[in-house]
């Protein structure tokens, strides 16, 4: 199973950046789609944007689109989330997985990376 690390989460300042990676540990070559979900304290995980491994179509939840911008490396086993103009609600804490079929469920979750925004 492919393991997953995240990083670049840190303490922000509201209308600022901050970018993210998920490292996969070995060649992505069986990924159909990967995606960043974050969990806000005391809130259920949501869904915040995904990329289309083959063709790098992507798709984002409302309240981060126009401010969040998922990319990929296929070359470096990464995917980036670029977050600017962060806001206090985006706070939480970011995971990335794989979904190997558009018919199985995401799974190999990283250990997450804590984003805070200060208002």
């Not at 969990?39 to 995980?45: F, Q």
Request: aromatic share 10%; charged share 20%; net charge positive.
């Amino acid at each position: 199973q492919v393991q997953l690390v995240e990083s670049g989460g840190g303490l922000v300042q509201a209308g600022g950046s901050l970018r993210l990676s998920c490292v996969a540990s070995e060649a992505t070559r069986s990924i159909y789609q990967m995606g960043w979900f974050r969990r806000a304290p005391g809130k259920e995980r949501e869904f915040v944007a995904a990329i289309r491994w083959i063709g790098s179509i992507k798709y984002y939840a409302d309240a981060v689109k126009a401010r969040f911008t998922i990319s990929r490396d296929a070359a470096k086993n990464t995917v980036y989330l670029q977050m600017n103009s962060l806001k206090p609600e985006d706070t939480g804490v970011y995971y990335c997985a794989v979904q190997r079929s558009p018919v199985l469920e995401y799974e190999s979750w990283g250990q997450g990376t804590q984003v805070t925004v200060s208002s």
